[in-house]
């Protein structure tokens, strides 16, 4: 299959160039498209044969349920029986925006969407192409990360291509994603909620809304939310993630980087923006300030991905402050960390 690539600008979307994709997304088959948050790949929710083809493209598991986008907060009533009021409540403040609601699943939603389970993922992106999208299939869009299984969420258009090219009908090329790490994925079945994946609204953002969230136990082994493997968010470089105060984290990361130069393998660091100067002489990546923990979440995958683009065997990296969106962050480099 040869992939079409689709210009869009997001600041003067073109009606002409959504219905095109919107009438392959009718027709059952996969377009990948900009959000907020990542590129997503989509296929029309309530047709079985186009969502098993997401499954095929990306490779990925019956196992991991899929999110269904929407881009009107009333069609939550078609898709779920059962809506707790702390769901509409969120949905007001939090959508369109980086937040998933997984509530129980109406019939319209099939197990091939949720694995099975009798909940649904849903969210409204903050993309106005996605939103587009959406309106013109005239139907709700399940679009998991549109990267091959096991590999790290795509932020641009190119990152897609690199995984999906000759698989898919369609990516649209709306740009970078804004946010650069998944929505926040909380199960609102329960009291109180749960964070069972952090993401673009941060712990923070949600208790100011509805007083105390869980941070699922299980989160860490990842079995709550099935998509949380551990693979998940893995570059091909092995990742060393060094924690710790200011000044015992240049030291160490020196002293990894000092041996990765004595085993003679080709290794570069993620560092902060302000201790650059630290690392003189190494492959150094910057993600940013550390100060500015959104703009570091905006950087973080394309920056593993131009690692493994550059074959590099070992990435040593920094870690960042466990607040907001830095938490998210975390979350996915010590997964990546703990890989292999
Ligand atoms: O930001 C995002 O959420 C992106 C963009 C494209 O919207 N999508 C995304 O999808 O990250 P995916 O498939 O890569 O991750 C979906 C996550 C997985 O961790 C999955 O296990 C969880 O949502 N999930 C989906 N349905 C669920 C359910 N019914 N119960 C619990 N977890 C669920
Ligand atoms: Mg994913």
């Not at 959406?134 to 897609?160: D, Y």
């Not at 609204?201 to 869980?214: D, F, K, N, Y």
């Amino acid at each position: 299959m040869k992939t079409k690539i689709l210009k869009i600008n997001p600041n003067k979307i073109s009606l002409t160039k959504i219905k095109i994709a919107a009438a392959i997304i009718k027709k059952g088959d996969l377009v990948a498209f900009p959000t907020e948050t990542v590129y997503g790949l989509g296929a029309d929710a309530l047709n079985i044969q186009a969502v098993s083809k997401i499954f095929q493209a990306k490779g990925r598991p019956f196992s991991d349920p899929l999110i269904v986008h929407i881009a009107e907060i009333t069609e939550l009533y078609r898709l779920s029986t059962q809506i707790p009021s702390i769901a509409i409540k969120l949905a007001q403040v939090f959508w369109p925006g980086p937040l998933t609601l997984v509530v129980k699943k109406s019939k319209l939603i099939s197990d091939i969407v949720t694995a099975g389970l009798d909940t649904v993922a849903i969210r409204m992106p903050a993309n106005n192409i996605a939103l587009s999208l959406i309106r013109e299939a005239q139907t709700p869009i399940v679009a998991p990360s549109a990267n091959l299984f096991g590999r790290t969420s795509p932020t641009t258009a190119l990152h897609v291509a690199d995984d999906l090219d000759g698989k898919i009908e369609m990516i649209i090329d709306g740009g970078r994603t804004k946010v650069g790490v998944e929505s926040t994925v909380l199960d609102v079945t329960t009291e109180p909620a749960q964070i069972l994946r952090t993401g673009g609204i941060s712990v923070e953002q949600l208790e100011e809304i509805v007083g105390q969230v869980i941070i699922n136990k299980e989160l860490e082994r990842g079995l709550r939310s099935p998509g949380m493997l551990s693979s998940h968010y893995s570059p091909k470089a092995k990742l060393i993630l060094v924690e710790g105060d200011k000044d015992i984290q240049v030291a160490d990361v020196l002293g990894y980087a000092l041996k990765c130069k004595e085993r003679g393998l080709k290794f570069g660091i993620m560092a902060k923006e302000e201790n650059q100067e630290k690392y003189h002489g190494f492959q150094v990546k910057i993600i940013g300030k550390g100060s500015e923990l959104k703009n570091c979440a905006a950087n973080l995958f394309d920056i593993l991905r131009s690692f493994d683009k550059e074959g590099f065997e070992v990435i040593i990296a920094e870690g960042l402050e466990d607040r907001g969106i830095g938490l998210a962050i975390m979350e996915r480099l010590r997964k990546a960390a703990s890989d292999r």
